[in-house]
């Protein structure tokens, strides 16, 4: 039974229980309301809540351990006999759980006769042509024990499947049964109820720090799993960025960091004094008739897709940067540049700066600016000397998030900057980013066990810790202002 289906089915009994412990909590009542601690409504909730909670959560523990359990016993079916040379009993469960799916898929199609299934859970020869037509092909070095530990694997996932089935169901059941039988008049339905609401609201609140722990974990445990492969060293202090997935791979960050940096200085530069002054303008010195047409406009910037950037930065900017700068001063040849990638990325980013920074202009108190004008400061001596300093804080934040909106973009990149790794100061020339070569080492046909590709999770650990660090150099600028002007 598939996952979809078998929450349809608990989310459905669930609906039932709730009918019917409603309409039970009525019949205990006799028909009124006023005999019964709670609402009619609140012994529903109580029954649908004893059926769903546990049986959901059941499922979803039975879907994480399952995987792990399976993947435990599996492996130590393979020897070191069947793991090709170069290779690593890593790359050789990818080929099982490669091999299992392909085996789902052959026998969903339905079209197999019972000597079918048979001749090909016993002749591998059988299943690779099989796997063929499915879309899975398979090496040549793929021995036959491996296509065991496959049938193993396929047999131990579709067993535990029924039994997670089976398990989930009769929780179900036996939560609507036990919620029934204490539906009575004096039952506190309602109490079970909020009570629930207040655990759904906690745990609710520590879905964002249980992500981040789990997206840090993720990286740490596969960035380990990395530098057991390749230097630390040769990482973080080559300036050579070379990877080879038949080996002999040079992976230095120092280039691609480099190309992070100079898009995200360059598009900082023209994106922030732009939406500044914007902000500025809309919120001191623009009438209402002129802020309530140009800001909606500002803002429409932050919609459009950067895919939409990435080709207007490869199709406009690119030539023309080309064209009229690049080539009459002899700095370069190509479209693709730092600066037609950063150009484009600070047309992103301004309304990250100027509607955050307007928001916090307007926040500022009148009281402010009326003192500062009863002193005899001009408007534009207002702005400098008082709301600015005032503003700072949130400025910064705002300054903060396009920067994090530019470390972290890629399409732009891709289409307007290129795919070079390298360092120049050149920004005529063609680079790349961290993003860019986190996509390109997790794109295709490649295996999480090898370090060309578990150097992604090295770079985004990378610029993680390095993006914390500019929140934390940006938290101290915070409150060294708020101190001064609160």
Known sequence: ?????????????????????RARAL??????IRRLHSLPNFYGQSVFLFTAVPALLLMAAWLILQPMLIEARVSGMITAADVPEGSSVGLVMSD????????????SQG???????????????????????VGVALGADVKPAVFEAAKAYNSASSSGRLMM???????????????????????????VSETFVRALLIASS?????????????????TVHFFQLYPAKDFFLSTIWNPQFRGGSDLGILPLLWGTLYVSFVALAFAVPIGLFAAIYLAEYASKKVRAVAKPLLEVLAGIPTIVYGLFALITVGPMLRDYFAQPLGLGTSSSSVMTAGLVMGIMLIPFVSSLSDDIINAVPQAMRDGSYGLGATQSETVKQVILPAALPGIVGAILLAASRA????????????????????????????TVKIVGQLTGD??????????????????????????ILALYIVRKYREQYE
């Open 111 to 133: 079209d197999l006769s019972g000597e079918d299934v048979a001749r090909m859970r016993a002749d591998f020869s059988d299943v690779r042509s099989r796997l063929a037509t």
């Open 96 to 107: 099982v759980r490669r091999i299992s799916d392909g085996i789902d898929l052959i026998l």
């Open 407 to 434: 470390i972290g973009e890629t399409m732009i990149v891709v289409l307007g900057a290129g795919a070079a790794a390298k360092m120049s100061l050149n920004p005529f020339e063609a680079m790349t980013t961290v």
């Open 206 to 222: 520590f879905i964002a720090i249980l992500t981040t722990v789990g997206i840090v974990l993720s990286l740490v445990f596969e």
């Open 1 to 21: 039974m598939s996952i979809g289906l078998l929450s349809l089915i608990v989310i459905a009994l669930a609906v039932a229980g709730f009918l019917i412990g």
């Open 446 to 471: 490649t295996e999480f066990a090898s370090p060309e590709t578990l150097v992604a999770f090295a770079l985004g650990l990378t610029l993680f810790v390095f993006t914390l660090g500019l929140n």
């Open 27 to 32: 019949s205990k009542a006799g028909g009124d």
């Open 165 to 191: 089935s089976a398990a989930v169901l009769a929780v179900a059941l036996a939560g609507m049964a036990f919620a029934l039988s204490r539906t009575t008049a004096d039952f506190r339905a309602r109490n």
